[in-house]
C-alpha cells in the first residue's frame, strides 16, 4: 500500500519561509518522478515542481527562484523548501509520485501552508 504523508504546512508571513516534507512508503523511492502540486481554495489543482528519479527538476513559472524541490533517497522523504512567501502561494500542497514523468498516480492528503500579508 502506498502511503505518502506530507508535513510542514502551518502559517508564515509574507516574505518568511518553511520547508515542507513528505515521507513516502510503499513505493521503490528512489525509481519514482516525486511532485508538489498545490491547490489554492476555488481554483484547480496545479503543478508546483517535480524531481525525477535522476534528480532533474522542474518548477511553476510563479515559483521560479523562490521554491526549491530536492528528494533524499534514503530517507524516502521529498521536500520543498518554500522562500519568499507571498500571500498567493497560500493553498493545500500535495505530494504526488510515479513510476515515470509522465505516469504519477499516487497522492498525499495535503497540508495547508498559509501565508498572511
Known amino acids: 500500500q502506498v502511503q505518502l504523508v506530507e508535513s510542514g504546512g502551518g502559517l508564515v508571513q509574507a516574505g518568511g519561509s518553511l520547508r515542507l516534507s513528505c515521507a513516502a512508503a510503499?513505493?521503490?523511492?528512489?525509481?519514482?518522478?516525486m511532485a508538489w502540486y498545490r491547490q489554492a481554495p476555488g481554483k484547480q489543482r496545479e503543478l508546483v515542481a517535480t524531481?525525477?528519479?535522476?534528480?532533474?527538476?522542474n518548477y511553476a513559472d510563479s515559483v521560479k527562484g523562490r521554491f526549491t524541490i530536492s528528494r533524499d533517497n534514503a530517507k524516502n522523504t521529498v521536500y520543498l523548501q518554500m522562500n519568499s512567501l507571498k500571500p498567493e502561494d497560500t493553498a493545500v500542497y500535495y505530494c504526488?509520485?510515479?513510476?515515470?514523468?509522465?505516469?504519477?498516480?499516487?497522492w498525499g492528503k495535503g497540508t495547508l501552508v498559509t501565508v498572511s500579508s
Open positions: 510503499g513505493i521503490t523511492f528512489s525509481l519514482n518522478t
Open positions: 504526488n509520485a510515479g513510476p515515470t514523468f509522465t505516469i504519477r498516480p499516487y
Open positions: 524531481v525525477t528519479s535522476g534528480g532533474s527538476t
